[in-house]
């Protein structure tokens, strides 16, 4: 069965078409985040326009790249929840107006177990029950997923999402938005042991707090490094740094040589560190030993890496989805979709 799926939860419009849950046979992506750039962060009302203009060609293209038309389609999947209401409400509009208008069945998807079905897409699997991770802009959530009708949540972020957290710590250091791609690069040029930066922890030890070291680089920050203009677009900037031959170093106020990648690396160091410890204590105190990581912190190299490291040590199986299925896309939607129909969702 062809599932055309539809997802708008953020600031991408987004519309695939899947077969049998597992096939991609296109998956178009529009993002407005070159307008959101501009603000350093994303404005709903901007990206609810966006998706408003973008739609209805996103969804022509997706068919024409799957060389398929809509009576070729035999179910709509929607991302319903949780998300931006205004975006939300341009892809549900959508969907429920092609579903009324052509007859085809339409299906609830939530976004944040989406991320996860990112796993089981082109040819990709694993076999249940495992633990998954989902690190977004949005959501760190622990699950144990017995299948896909039987999710239990484990834990959770008591505060900042983990790429929050990455997002408004680019932000403290000038490094722009989107943060995490941002802070990666920048830490392949740090030091990650040169600053003990420490996540929060938690009363319930599955749960996740990023809040706290988001702040602790913002005081490090304020301490370390000294600041000779008011803008922080100009505190990092490769080239100029480059070209005086310090090679993107600053020197401190009180005369400690430091850097913005060091304080970037050390904060990343530390964030996978929490993700990878919680993740593998949920998979020993459950005794799974099968990892599915989704949502678009996965792309971080150096998070995998680190996951790979320590999942061999205890005979974890780690599975991530390709990076360009990490970030949002509505072919896992349309998956996700596809399975829950199966299983009488
Ligand atoms: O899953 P996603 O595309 O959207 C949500 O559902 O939120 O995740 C977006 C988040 C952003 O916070 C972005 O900074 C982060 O994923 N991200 C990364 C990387 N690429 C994207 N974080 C760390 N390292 C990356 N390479
Ligand atoms: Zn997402």
């Given at each position: 069965?062809?599932?055309?799926?539809?997802?708008?939860?953020?600031?991408?419009?987004?519309?695939?078409?899947?077969?049998?849950?597992?096939?991609?046979?296109?998956?178009?992506?529009?993002?407005?985040?070159?307008?959101?750039?501009?603000?350093?962060?994303?404005?709903?009302?901007?990206?609810?326009?966006?998706?408003?203009?973008?739609?209805?060609?996103?969804?022509?293209?997706?068919?024409?790249?799957?060389?398929?038309?809509?009576?070729?389609?035999?179910?709509?999947?929607?991302?319903?929840?949780?998300?931006?209401?205004?975006?939300?409400?341009?892809?549900?509009?959508?969907?429920?107006?092609?579903?009324?208008?052509?007859?085809?069945?339409?299906?609830?998807?939530?976004?944040?177990?989406?991320?996860?079905?990112?796993?089981?897409?082109?040819?990709?699997?694993?076999?249940?029950?495992?633990?998954?991770?989902?690190?977004?802009?949005?959501?760190?959530?622990?699950?144990?997923?017995?299948?896909?009708?039987?999710?239990?949540?484990?834990?959770?972020?008591?505060?900042?999402?983990?790429?929050?957290?990455?997002?408004?710590?680019?932000?403290?250091?000038?490094?722009?938005?989107?943060?995490?791609?941002?802070?990666?690069?920048?830490?392949?040029?740090?030091?990650?042991?040169?600053?003990?930066?420490?996540?929060?922890?938690?009363?319930?030890?599955?749960?996740?707090?990023?809040?706290?070291?988001?702040?602790?680089?913002?005081?490090?920050?304020?301490?370390?490094?000294?600041?000779?203009?008011?803008?922080?677009?100009?505190?990092?900037?490769?080239?100029?740094?480059?070209?005086?031959?310090?090679n993107g170093r600053r020197t401190t106020n009180d005369g400690i040589r430091?850097?913005?990648?060091?304080?970037?690396?050390?904060?990343?160091?530390?964030?996978?560190?929490?993700?990878?410890?919680?993740?593998?204590?949920?998979?020993?105190?459950?005794?799974?030993?099968?990892?599915?990581?989704?949502?678009?912190?996965?792309?971080?190299?150096?998070?995998?890496?680190?996951?790979?490291?320590?999942?061999?040590?205890?005979?974890?199986?780690?599975?991530?989805?390709?990076?360009?299925?990490?970030?949002?896309?509505?072919?896992?939607?349309?998956?996700?979709?596809?399975?829950?129909?199966?299983?009488?969702?």
């Amino acid at each position: 069965m062809n599932v055309l799926g539809i997802e708008t939860s953020c600031d991408e419009t987004s519309v695939a078409v899947v077969k049998d849950g597992r096939k991609i046979l296109s998956c178009e992506v529009s993002s407005s985040l070159q307008i959101h750039k501009l603000y350093g962060g994303v404005i709903p009302e901007i990206a609810s326009r966006a998706q408003l203009e973008t739609i209805s060609g996103v969804a022509g293209q997706a068919l024409k790249n799957a060389k398929v038309r809509l009576k070729d389609i035999g179910l709509i999947a929607v991302t319903t929840e949780p998300g931006l209401p205004g975006s939300l409400l341009v892809g549900v509009a959508f969907a429920r107006a092609v579903s009324l208008a052509c007859g085809i069945r339409l299906i609830n998807v939530d976004h944040v177990l989406s991320h996860i079905y990112a796993n089981f897409l082109d040819g990709a699997g694993v076999k249940i029950p495992f633990i998954a991770l989902v690190v977004s802009g949005g959501h760190t959530n622990l699950y144990m997923v017995k299948s896909f009708a039987d999710i239990k949540a484990l834990g959770r972020s008591q505060d900042d999402a983990c790429g929050e957290a990455f997002d408004k710590t680019a932000k403290i250091l000038g490094l722009g938005y989107p943060g995490g791609p941002a802070i990666e690069k920048a830490s392949l040029r740090g030091n990650a042991k040169s600053i003990k930066f420490k996540c929060c922890g938690t009363s319930n030890p599955l749960d996740f707090s990023f809040s706290g070291i988001k702040t602790a680089v913002l005081y490090y920050t304020n301490k370390h490094v000294s600041r000779t203009t008011n803008d922080p677009s100009t505190w990092f900037d490769f080239a100029h740094h480059r070209s005086l031959g310090v090679n993107g170093r600053r020197t401190t106020n009180d005369g400690i040589r430091t850097t913005i990648c060091d304080i970037a690396a050390s904060f990343q160091e530390s964030v996978i560190g929490a993700l990878v410890s919680k993740s593998v204590l949920a998979c020993a105190s459950h005794k799974i030993k099968r990892l599915v990581i989704g949502g678009g912190v996965a792309c971080n190299e150096r998070l995998r890496e680190k996951f790979r490291l320590e999942c061999r040590c205890r005979g974890i199986d780690v599975s991530f989805p390709a990076k360009s299925l990490c970030t949002d896309n509505a072919a896992m939607v349309a998956g996700l979709g596809y399975c829950l129909y199966k299983t009488g969702g």
